[in-house]
């Protein structure tokens, strides 16, 4: 029998869980693209992006997903033969490597593995060879969404200057913006990219780059910017559409207005951040318990070092498939798929699956979603420590005081 029937669950990291209230306020008549409420709007949007950010410079809008905005960074940062430094903490640090390859760059990778976070002592011994120069930027996911791994992003600007080397820092927070504490003025970020569709709760389909007075400054000229991606005409937008190249993404737009005030407003983002602490919290505390007792376990040993929005783990065997397409059939949750963790055809292959927790997901999702999981771990025969709920439980009464 199969016990899904009734409100589905994707818990996979993005698209996540949207608000009805960003969905219903999508549902309307298309607005007068040239003038009012729309023009307003957008201008509100873009100061609230930068609050979203911690960030007092600029913020670009693309009609994109994110990686959609690794080419956007990439076309505005780099020219032609130009060197990137990438920081690689799992699959979507290579994947931006690889971005920046096919469009002309010289691209040095720094590969960290699918456990550890990138080492600063290494970044600044790096910089230190570079006695040329020649590396433009430094490129660096804050939360690698396949591994689970997060970056400390203010020790790497640290480690830049420690270096005393002029490298401009990028940083992809597509898994992390709207989930995790991210402090880009703080931080000495030169250069961030998001997505809607993430811990900001909107469909997929929009990309935003924010960029320092020191990245607009440094990068002028770019050669590998066209003017789609070029990032100047949409920050100094001279008219509206130019702050689109084009057609605005109207209804994208009246959904983030929502969802931004949500945030900002409504719930505030410090406690946005610890609301997403505390759900790790509990599927942390559950796998330590699940673990006991079985060959499973999270992928990052170090709390400090695991994002808020998803976590990775394994379950041998290829218990991690097997749980993951028993929780959709009976019980109406999709778990994430393991990503980059093992070759695909590999005996490991179907060990490896993610749980997210990003977005509009509340401690009762979370717990539903742990216990479907202890559900599926019994159903299959699967061993594993008892107690896992019981400890997420704890986790989250610990967190709602
Ligand atoms: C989801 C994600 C991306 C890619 O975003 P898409 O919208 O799927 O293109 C890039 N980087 C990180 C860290 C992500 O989590």
């Given at each position: ?321 097997r749980l993951r397409a028993w929780a959709e059939e009976k019980a109406g949750v999709t778990l994430g798929i393991g990503l980059g963790m093992a070759e695909p055809g590999s005996a ?54």
């Open positions: 029998m199969s016990l899904a029937h009734g409100r589905p669950y994707l818990a996979i990291p993005g698209p996540s869980a949207m608000p009805d209230r960003v969905l219903r306020a999508m549902h309307r008549a298309a607005p007068n693209i040239y003038e009012g409420e729309i023009v307003e709007m957008t201008g509100q949007i873009l100061a609230d992006l930068r609050r979203v950010a911690l960030s007092s410079g600029h913020v670009a809008i693309y009609i994109s997903n994110g990686h959609g905005t690794w080419e956007a960074a990439i076309a505005n940062l780099f020219s032609r033969g130009d060197t990137a430094l990438v920081l690689a903490t799992g699959r979507f640090g290579i994947g931006w490597a690889e971005h920046a390859r096919a469009m002309g760059v010289e691209v040095e990778v720094m590969d960290f593995g699918l456990k550890a976070p990138a080492d600063p002592g290494r970044l600044e011994a790096a910089l230190r060879a570079d006695t040329g120069r020649k590396i433009k930027a430094v490129l660096v996911t804050h939360v690698d969404t396949a591994t689970s791994i997060r970056n400390d992003i203010a020790a790497m600007r640290a480690a830049i200057d420690a270096a005393g080397h002029p490298a401009l820092l990028a940083v992809d927070c597509v898994a992390s913006i709207g989930c995790d504490e991210f402090r880009f003025d703080d931080w000495g970020v030169d250069v961030m990219v998001g997505a809607s569709q993430k811990g900001l709760m909107v469909p997929p389909g929009l990309g935003f780059v924010w960029v320092s007075d020191k990245a607009v400054a440094a990068c002028r000229g770019s050669d590998l910017a066209t003017p789609y991606w070029n990032w100047n005409p949409r920050i100094f937008a001279e008219a509206y559409y130019l702050h689109f190249a084009g057609t605005a993404p109207t209804h994208h737009l009246f959904g983030l207005r929502e969802s931004l005030s949500m945030i900002l407003d409504e719930e505030g983002l410090e406690n946005v951040w610890a609301r997403h602490r505390a759900l790790a919290g509990a599927v942390w505390a559950a796998f330590d318990a699940w673990g006991q007792g079985g060959d499973l376990g999270l992928n990052v040993a170090d709390p400090a070092f695991r994002g808020s929005s998803v976590t990775a783990a394994r379950i041998g065997g290829g218990g991690a498939e490991a292959a179907g060990d490896f699956l993610r749980v997210a927790h990003m977005g509009h997901v509340n401690a009762h999702m979370t717990l539903g979603t742990l216990a479907v999981m202890e559900a599926g771990l019994k159903a299959l025969g699967i061993p594993h420590g008892e107690g896992g709920l019981g400890a997420a439980a704890a986790a989250i009464a610990r967190a709602a005081v």
